[in-house]
């Protein structure tokens, strides 16, 4: 039940005319509301709530009033000893990060920082320090309280401390050697090789605390030549980055190597090595998009593509590590103990092992231990090891009933692309009515990003149907050709579906063709079945939006729906790898669930009607390629707001009025009490918004005895 309550206090004229001049009730009156206006502004809710001690480290703090605010007054942080903001937070650091804004309820304020909180910092926060020359107010200009409050961040992120093994007395000495490519996951697509130490080799020889003390090393290569190792930092290390996996494999092939050291008076130890070739497979996650929203109260599966090799020294291993570097869970373990099989392709994270609301890294790893001994070298343990380690996120829900996020927070893209895509554009007006859009109705694109590292992509043409050739031009760091058509006939002229050619150079790289065969666009033009149940929603609920089938054409159809609030932040996204949410391309209709919208709020929907006629990834190295052909219809969804009651005055018959507000069309009984807290309220006449949300409502009941309180009671 939506209620808006509106005082009147009122006396009919007749009354008046015994006791006050002409005139006197339009004086008295304002004076009257006034006095009765709205109270100042007061939280209803912050979270986290006051006194949490297990915050999560990026987690938003939310502010929200009891009634509307001032969005205009900006969220201004204080500056010691230069301004006095309208919000502070301490440690100063703190402050330094979080960025303020309002939600388009008007009651909502969100701070959301900028980087990640160390675990166990206490976080306090201010509303309307003293001093504050612009404060936060009320959408009448009823100034905020200063409101104060404390969290902490949670002490840990989770795990268990028999994730670590205990220390062992004495402490062994060290000595290792590695060979490691490195990659990146960012999405459900195949990982990629890091842009910076993406390959690397390595000798790492330490000795005991205990002595004897190491004084030396070297490594002979397969052909005989020898590296010797550097003194640094209490190690005896050769570490050695290169560009590229092909420059790696040239400098330090598989085959035989010879680790020689030497430890104070002592003969020089020598351990021959047999390093194997890299494993074949690249680790890559298999639910990626599920990882990035597990409900941390429920166990979690992750899964991963098999590890092939039959070695007898094959190790596939999982870590996965909070965002400041501790280890929360290790697979092997014998400290849990916890095994795990290199033939395995998937295991449990335990519920309740990770923390709502925190952000993890992880490390997916296929590699080959060639060599292992506790005894070669009195005292000292030594390892040998080839590995593909793969990085990936894996982040958790905020908390048990929430929504899950729309947006994945990945990281930015290292890898190049090159897109083509064709598209049509409508907007739905009314039930039965699409119509093109106003605005870029018919549009082909082409657009070519350079990788992060590199090679710059220079030049590209695309050669169309009829062997025109089109040149692409740079803007900012893409090049690209932007081909917008007044119709879609004038689109069908200028670049009709069939055989199409791209050619784009990139530096100190000969030329790349790639053919491209576009198809027609989908032949239904998107239109949602239930457009007027969508301009009247109610936000507490579910909704379920239909709209007429896709019938599926191209060789890999899709369907997508998205909808965004006033500000452009996207709301729902279907499908939606982060939630995961899937959308069949037959299917017609997505169940919205309840308090995904707020009231009172126009949002903006899209359908997508589309097919994907080419994608290649590893074709052209660290480049992406996509072409696609789509329709879209836009449309609006709105909510119902809460009614207002305003506006009052006494007519010349003596009767109360005033102006009832909301949703258009919507019918609200109003209702009459003698007090705010009267615990009976009279129902008196039914009114009915008309289109623009506006009714009139005259009390007419003469007998009424003011004073009288209104209210206005809907669905």
Known sequence: MDIARLFVSWLRRNRWRTRCRAGCLGVLLPAVLGALAQPAPKLLSVAPPAETTNAAPRGAVVFVFDQPMDTAVPPLATVPNLSAGNFDFSPAWVRSQMTGRWGTDQRTLTFQTAGAIPLGAVVTWTLNPEGTVRPLR?????????????????????????????????????????????????????????????????????????????????????????????????????????????????????????????????????????????????????????????????????????????????????????????????????????????????????ANYLRPGFSYRGQLIFGLNFYRSDTDIGGMTGNGFVQRITSFSLRTLGGPGELPREWCPVAPPTTGSYAVVRLLSHRQIAPDQVVPAADNPAFLGVTLQSPLAGPAVAEGTLTLPDTTVRDLTHEFQFVTLAAPEATEADLDRAFPPGDYILR????????????????????????????????????????????????????????????????????????????????????????????????????????????????????????????LVQRTTTFPLRTRGPVTLSGFRILPNGNPEFQVAGPAGSTYQIQRGESLDDAEWDPLSPVTLDASGNAVFEDSDGALQPPAFYRAAGD
Request: with cysteine; proline share 12%; hydrophobic share 40%.
């Open 138 to 350: 009320s959408a009448t200009g009823q100034a905020l309280a200063t409101a104060t409050g404390s969290f902490q961040i949670a002490p840990n992120a989770g795990g268990s401390p028999s994730e670590r093994c205990p220390p062992v007395t004495p402490v062994p000495g060290t000595y290792t050697v590695s060979k490691l490519l490195q990659y990146i996951q960012s999405s459900g697509g195949d990982p990629i090789l890091r842009p910076e130490n993406l390959a690397l080799f390595g000798v790492t020889v330490q000795g005991s605390k205990d002595g004897p003390v190491v004084v030396g090393g070297s490594v002979t290569l397969p052909g005989g030549s020898v590296e010797q190792l550097r003194s640094e930092l209490g190690q005896h290390r050769l570490l050695e980055p290169y560009s590229t996996a092909a420059a790696l494999e040239s400098a330090r092939p598989s085959g035989n190597y010879t680790l020689r050291i030497q430890r104070l008076g002592e003969p020089e130890h020598v351990i021959p090595l047999a390093l194997p070739a890299f494993p074949e497979a690249i680790p890559k996650v298999a639910n990626y998009s599920e990882a990035q929203a597990i409900d941390a109260t429920k166990e979690f599966t992750l899964r991963w593509n098999a590890f092939p090799s039959s070695a007898s020294n094959a190790v596939v291993r999982v870590v996965i590590a909070d965002e400041f570097g501790n280890r929360i869970f290790l697979a092997p373990n014998p400290c849990v103990p916890r095994t795990l099989d290199p033939t395995a392709s998937s295991l449990v994270i335990p």
């Open 504 to 627: 784009f150079t990139q530096t100190g790289l000969p030329e790349w063709i790639v053919p491209l065969k576009m198809p027609t666009a989908p032949s239904r033009v998107p239109r949602i079945v239930n457009f007027d149940a969508a301009q009247n929603l109610d936000a507490t609920n579910e909704f379920t939006l239909e709209w007429e089938p896709f019938t599926a054409q191209g060789p890999a159809p899709f369907l997508q729906l998205i909808i965004t609030d006033p500000l452009g932040n996207l709301v729902y996204l279907a499908p939606n790898p982060c939630v995961p949410r899937n959308l069949d391309p037959s299917a017609t209709s997505v169940t919205i669930p309840s308090h995904s919208f707020r009231p009172g709020v126009a949002y903006e929907g899209a359908l997508v009607f589309g097919s994907v006629f080419f994608e290649a990834t590893g074709t052209i190295p660290q480049m992406t390629g996509r072409g």
